[in-house]
């Protein structure tokens, strides 16, 4: 059998399903190997699935001086990176442990929010799972002394 012995109704490269069958060409050469004592009849399609690509988020780290307001949440230079693609976050697409405003690490991870933004900007060929998790630095500021 070959390519011209099957045809795809709904062919395609994207994940999905495809239904194929046997052309008149495949039915043929069925016909051949089975002899003349039998009939050789098209008896259904078969299906081909090509799956989604489990893609992994890898989350930028960021970060701020302190300024004795800005939560760690409220950083504006986070990005999270998927099959080649750079997507900015805001505070709505994550979710940061222990949220606060003094100087010092805090650990984020995407939301279902920002888990969506992702996969929309990967497209439909991939299931895209959060990865690690990012941290975000607010810096100690520097005091003056008069």
Do not use: P
């Not at 098209?42 to 989350?59: P, R």
């Not at 080649?84 to 940061?96: C, F, M, N, R, Y």
């Amino acid at each position: 059998m070959s390519g011209e012995d099957i045809e795809v109704t709904n062919d395609g490269t994207g994940a999905g399903n495809y239904a194929y069958q046997l052309s008149d060409a495949g039915l043929a050469k069925v016909q051949s190997v089975v002899g003349t004592n039998y009939t050789v009849v098209l008896g259904g399609s078969g299906t081909v699935t090509i799956a989604q690509v489990v893609a992994t988020t890898v989350l930028s780290d960021g970060g701020f001086t302190f300024d004795g307001t800005t939560k760690a949440s409220e950083v504006t230079n986070l990005t999270a990176s998927v099959v080649g693609k750079t997507v900015g976050l805001d505070s709505s697409d994550i979710d940061v442990t222990d949220d606060g405003s003094a100087a010092g690490d805090y650990v984020y991870q995407l939301n279902a929010t920002g888990l969506a933004k992702v996969q929309s900007a990967a497209g439909a060929n991939y299931t895209v799972r959060v990865g690690d998790t990012g941290t975000i630095t607010i810096a100690k500021a520097q005091a003056t002394t008069a």
